[in-house]
């Protein structure tokens, strides 16, 4: 239960989850939430103007929006939160603190309001993850060593705008500074994380920063200055004409597979697009976001891609989605009720053994790739990637073929490798014949591939625009569906 004192939030023995402030509050106390572990994130409501010294700092805190009311963050507020992945400044914000977001090693990008005076010493001191710091205005004080940005190794861009009169150099640690970068934009945001829109000239090579959750409509529609774009794996959705007109995009665009839908018309007129991939499944789109796209010859689905299968392109021309990569190469054990046999060896309506111990007959795809690329070459695993039997053997999947390594915990071969040097691609340019298996119910029937439960294939069983799988920071891997629904959630 929270507790205030004359508009000040003193304490809130308990909290846990998603923490919604009371109103009323003005002033959020020293050490309020310090080491809760059980908050992942907080909502402000206007009115509130200081947050005290450790006051929201929480391990486990992931997501904080903070008002325009806010004009102080005092030193220490939010130390240490380790996965707060998201934080929003907002425009009325005059100072932050020493140390205010020390070791928050999940922060990759940040903006700075331009209310903002003083940025106090090693404000961000050990974000080793942040990548992309934009100030709107131009501070006046950065504290005796001019050193905010101390222990920041990933930091690669400080934007900043035209007017800028402060230090034109920041250190990083280990002897190693970096140069501010006088840009001629500035990207506008909503409290929700969205981009919404943009003021200026955008660069021809333009990366949304990381912790971006959404695209909204029309937020970069005409940019025709951006010839190379980079999604995060942070955006979830891409509004309606998100990047219609951007006539100077060529090439290719890579949507995550954190993006759960693409509205239409969102890559509309992009006359000079050739290539576009999908890296998840499970993206729910319309079949004329790339209306007017000229120049597009392939789309490329991840496996098992349970969207529309058609682009419009104009009255006469369409384009057929490719790329639907089946599962598991040659040699690839499965348990039946006779023992393990190779993937290869299995005809239609053969029987395997389930996870749970079930009995079901299969349905077997294969296809060959001649050539495999980086999105369709096959991943090995080695045994104990994970821990101790997490998996017993190696296994051999392809880029999306989800695999458990404990109850309730799955991986993801191609984004496992970003983080576990035990996962490794191979193959890529030689031919591969993989092995599609498809079973009487997907969210039921997993099966044992060399003695590791794995996906079976899903085929229509999963209701389009579906989340199946959704990351999980405390669990270091995915969660997963228990059956098929309508609702729209995170997909990886």
Known sequence: MAEITDGVLTAWPGASGDIEIPSGVTSIGNNVFYGNGDITSITIPD????????????PSLERVTIPSSVTTIENNAFDSCGILNWVTLSEGLESIGQAAFYNCSGLKSITIPSTVTTLGNFAFNGCGNLKLVTFLGTPTSFGPFNAPFNECAALTTINVPQIWNSPNLFPTGA???ISVSKVNYTLIYNAAGAVT???GILPAVFAIPDGVLSIGPSAFANATTITDITIPNSVTT????????????????TIPYTVTSVESNAFSGCTSLNTVTFESAYTTVVNDIFQGCTALTTVNGADGWTSVTTFLIDDSHVIQISGRVPCFPIGTLILTPTGYRAVESLNQGDLVTTAAGLTVPVTVYSRTIKAATKNTAPYLIAAHSFGRNAPSAELRLSPLHAFQTKKGVWQIPRFAAETNANVQQYGVGESVTYYHLECPNYFRDNLIVNGCVVESFAGKQV???QSVYTPNRRLGGYTRASGPCVSKAAHA
């Open 197 to 199: 829109g943009f003021t």
């Open 463 to 465: 209701p389009k625009g």
């Open 238 to 253: 891409i509004g309606v004409s998100a990047f219609s007109g951007c006539t100077g995009i060529i090439n290719s665009i």
């Open 175 to 177: 002897g190693t500074n």
């Open 47 to 58: 009115g509130v103007s200081i947050i005290g010294f450790r006051a929201l700092a929480s």
